[in-house]
């Protein structure tokens, strides 16, 4: 069966966090990325930490293979220098039709100040690719790159006979639903639809084989770019507690992430448009006392009334996932099973 991590929020929801706990502690046997590297995901084992642009975020759990998908964009430079230091060359499979964005793919986002200004683009030339995609460009794709050629297989091929032999794919998204294409606040927005069923059509996959989607949520909001914020905070001091204990700060693009409460409109329209079955909440530690709690009861009333405002909206809004997962600390390991 298939699992689905998505971002509830506007990106940096902790979904790498959550797909190495999941892989690490699961059974998949594969782990596929789709997406651009635009959207970076950390993963911290044992203090040490990783920052993915490319490669799977269940790279930690070594039986598990790691797909990039048609739908997943990369530079061959940066995604081989992921691979060697994750050691991961031997369990690397990339769709032909995976997308390989070229310098000048690059050099064009970058030199557009459209991109650049208004929308706030992280600058990877993700989204001037997409463009030539649509255009029908003559663009680059893996199966074009000899450097790659021993990755190169038929993915759909590979994961619906994972499927059909009774084994499991752990499908990890990008960004989070204020930055859909199709479903967030246009024009702040990435260049694809970030929710459930776009990644399964990203990766090969369909509908009918999905176990759980899991929407992930921090207790409060962050937005690297331009765009809505429903309460954003300005108060220097708070934010600054953001930026170091939270490590707000943009995994690809450096920049201070902006900082907002909680947004109840974002967190009800993810769980609708994903179809989330199971909750997993990130950086619960913000709330100070609740650094590696271990036990639900144990965390501070403020953390407590933030897990019972969730429970409640969850109730109204269909398909009225549990809270499942709760990370309380950097690592991977920090992570408590409800
Ligand atoms: P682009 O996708 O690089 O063009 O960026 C479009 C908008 O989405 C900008 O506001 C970016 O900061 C934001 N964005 C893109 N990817 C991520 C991500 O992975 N995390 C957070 N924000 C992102
Ligand atoms: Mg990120």
Not at 99 to 108: G, R, S
Not at 140 to 169: H, R, S, T
Not at 256 to 282: P, Q, W, Y
Request: net charge neutral.
């Amino acid at each position: 069966m298939i699992d689905i991590v998505c971002g509830g929020q506007a990106g940096d929801e902790g979904k790498g966090k959550i797909s190495a706990y999941l892989s690490y502690t699961g059974n998949y046997e594969y782990c596929v990325r789709v997406g651009g590297p635009n959207a970076g995901h950390t993963v911290v084992q044992n203090g040490v930490s990783y920052t993915l642009k490319n490669i799977p975020s269940g790279f930690l759990n070594p039986k598990t293979k790691l797909v990039l998908g048609a739908g997943a964009y990369t530079k061959t430079e940066w995604l081989l220098d992921e691979v060697k230091k994750t050691s991961t060359q031997d369990r690397l499979i990339i769709d032909p039709y995976a997308v390989l964005i070229t310098d000048e793919q690059t050099a064009a986002e970058r030199g557009a100040s459209h991109f650049m200004s208004h929308i706030g683009s992280v600058g990877t030339g993700l989204g001037q690719a997409v463009k030539e995609r649509i255009e029908r460009r003559d663009i680059k794709f893996a199966k074009d790159e000899p450097l790659l050629k021993d990755f190169i297989q038929d993915v759909p091929e590979l994961l619906n006979a994972c499927l059909d032999k009774g084994g499991d794919i752990l499908l990890e998204g990008t960004q989070g639903i204020k930055l859909s294409l199709l479903h967030g606040e246009y024009p702040f927005v990435t260049s694809r639809d970030t929710t459930a069923s776009t990644f399964l059509g990203e990766a090969g996959l369909g509908p009918k084989s999905v176990r759980d989607v899991y929407v992930v949520f921090k207790p409060y909001i962050t937005r690297v770019g331009p765009g809505p914020l429903e309460k954003e905070l300005t108060n220097e001091k708070e934010l600054e507690i953001y930026h170091t204990k939270g490590h707000e700060i943009g995994s690809v693009s450096k920049r201070l992430r902006r900082v907002g409460e909680f947004e109840k409109r974002a967190a009800s329209r993810a769980i609708m448009i994903n179809n989330c079955t199971k909750i997993a909440i990130t950086h619960i530690d913000m709330f100070p006392g609740n650094d590696r709690v271990k036990k639900e009861e144990d965390f501070t009333k403020p953390a407590q009334e933030f897990l019972a405002q969730l429970r409640a909206l969850s109730a109204q809004v269909y398909p009225h996932p549990k809270i499942a997962l709760i990370s309380t600390g950097p690592d991977m390991e920090d992570t408590l099973v409800l």
